[in-house]
């Protein structure tokens, strides 16, 4: 039997004053935020499939609604992002870490990315959202990826007759790369961008003159992997709105020009644990005689993105026009800068795969219109799927060399989806759902026809009176 004794009561009179409890501190808001950097209007954006970004400009009285799921958006009428006119609304959820001003743009205007939400839930055909489910399968590993990305462009007039020139009218020369006259010429456009990078903390540390006329690139420094991507994005927007300013068309557009080396996206890859880089080969016991100073994991990492590559081309090189950048053999310059095959080396620049150190390893087939979001989702999968089966890609290859059994890429963007169709570790990359891998697919396959339905000048050339 239990005795229960009665508490004795203390008297109030001898009670000791006790400090009130302490109160939770408030959560800042998102108009806390956009008021703190003098924000008058918030662009809410996401990006459908293809990388459009789609926005609603909502005035900082508004901020609360946005952050309390008060933004609605016809998805159907925003792009490629797997609804049908009969849905419901997606809601734009704002990520208050990606708060980004952008006064250079518009004084008082701030882009903040956010993840669309359907019936209160993420929605899995969103990029953002298939970025950070595929961060998360990746956490359950026990890692986090870090990623930088090169990005390419043209800046570009287009003429009466519907035809492209280079914005510079004097940069003309064949082989134009690193040329200090046209970074010259193009001074207030590349220090305009410049600054704004590094207002923004993103550490821009490069501006120079690509391969090809008209062509340039601005690199920042490498971070998380969603943090990235909303740069790549951020980036895109920057360089349209301030080249356009000035007169000018900024293309992200891979082959514009027939005889002209075409864009790229490259991506800088590498995995962390606890702050811990995973890629260097420690005591170089884990090598295995390669040479390249890579652990175990970073070899089976490769190995996955390389018996993955085809099907990954779908989503790294996702338009029609991309294929004339992969399969173009020569150019003005004598270099592509694109590889034709599922290759990998040292600081070699004609692999599929770079390895420039031990740190990181470079994806090369990448173009410019690419989605960065689904693009580094479907490589995190390629190379997760590599780590967990163990993968070996072999010895690396030699300057400008591939192996005779290494994948070809594919040859045009209908090839790309039938290796999508046929590879089940990154049909189900999107949100882990084949579902959505089939719609990409099948708009993807759409996408071509449309093209392969279209008479061009060069049929009209080449069978009008061959007959």
């Excluded at 790549?232 to 080249?243: F, P």
């Amino acid at each position: 039997m239990t005795s229960v004794a009665t508490p004795a009561v203390t008297p109030a009179s001898e009670l000791a004053p006790q400090a009130p409890a302490a109160l939770p501190e408030p959560a800042i808001s998102l108009s806390d935020i956009a008021r703190a950097h003098n924000v008058r209007f918030l662009l809410a954006t996401f990006v459908d499939m293809t990388g459009k970004p789609c926005a609603k400009l909502v005035p900082v009285e508004a901020a609360g609604e946005l952050e309390n799921g008060g933004m609605g958006f016809a998805g159907y009428a925003a792009g490629l992002i797997g609804q049908k006119p009969q849905d419901a609304d997606l809601i734009a959820v704002p990520d208050l870490a990606s708060f980004t001003p952008v006064p250079f743009i518009k004084e008082g205007l701030a882009i903040i990315h956010c993840d669309p939400h359907v019936d209160g839930k993420p929605w899995p055909y969103a990029p953002r959202v298939i970025l950070k489910n595929a961060l998360a399968r990746l956490a359950e590993q026990g890692m986090q990826a870090k990623v930088g990305a090169e990005v390419e462009y043209f800046l570009v007039n287009r003429n009466d007759d519907g035809t492209l020139s280079t914005a510079d009218t004097r940069d003309d020369a064949p082989r134009p790369c690193y040329d200090a006259r046209g970074v010259t010429r193009m001074y207030e456009h590349l220090t305009s961008i410049s600054e704004a990078m590094n207002t923004l903390g993103w550490g821009n540390y490069a501006n120079d003159h690509e391969d090809a006329a008209g062509q340039f690139e601005q690199n920042f420094s490498y971070a998380d992997a969603l943090t990235t991507a909303d740069r790549v994005v951020s980036l895109r927007y920057i360089l349209n709105v301030l080249a356009g300013q000035r007169g000018m068309t900024a293309t992200f557009m891979p082959k514009p020009f027939t005889d002209r080396t075409g864009t790229g996206l490259h991506f800088h890859l590498s995995l962390w644990s606890g702050g811990q880089a995973l890629f260097p080969g420690g005591d170089g016991n884990s090598d295995g005689g390669r040479g390249l100073g890579l652990s175990g994991l970073a070899y089976s990492f490769i190995g996955g993105i390389l018996d993955h590559a085809p099907a990954l081309q779908a989503f790294l090189a996702p338009t029609v026009n991309s294929y004339k950048r992969t399969g173009a053999t020569t150019s003005s310059s004598g270099a592509t800068w694109s590889p034709r095959k599922a290759s990998f080396g040292g600081n070699d620049r004609t692999h599929m795969i770079r390895v420039p150190d031990s740190n990181r390893i470079e994806l090369r087939s990448g173009d410019g219109s690419a989605n960065p979001y689904l693009a580094i989702a479907a490589a995190i999968a390629a190379g997760l799927d590599g780590v967990e089966k163990s993968i070996d890609p072999g010895t690396p290859s030699g300057p400008g060399e591939s192996k005779p059994d290494a994948h070809f890429l594919p040859a045009t963007l209908l090839h790309a989806v039938e290796a999508l169709r046929k590879d089940p570790v990154i049909l189900a990359s999107l949100s882990g759902d084949p579902a959505i891998g089939s719609y990409y697919a099948d708009a993807k396959e759409e996408e071509f026809l449309s093209w392969h339905n279209q008479v061009s000048d060069w049929e009209i050339r080449t069978y009008l009176t061959s007959i």
